[in-house]
């Protein structure tokens, strides 16, 4: 696993999200906002109704990610994204 620091300058972001994220195309919308970006990583739903995500790219692709998660899908409701970098 790379770090900020690595000489390719890839980071990568565990992401938890909660509220009203399931049933509502959030993942869906989720994997072509990844696309349109440029990152890579998966997204899953979780048993506890939350969304789990791990997004890799440069930083500033990362960021632009993250900062999306808080957006969401139209239909849905994000109550709070909890992140860790890796």
Request: glycine residues 10%.
């Amino acid at each position: 696993m790379e770090n900020p620091s690595s000489p390719l300058g890839k980071v990568r972001a565990h992401v938890f999200v909660s509220g009203t994220v399931q049933g509502v195309g959030y993942r869906y919308y989720t994997v072509n906002q990844a696309k349109k970006i440029g990152v890579s990583g998966w997204v899953r739903n979780l048993l506890d109704s939350r969304v789990e995500a791990v997004f890799e790219g440069t930083q500033e692709q990362v960021e632009a990610m993250v900062q999306w998660c808080y957006e969401g899908s139209p239909a849905s409701v994000v109550k709070q994204v909890a992140v860790e970098y890796e």
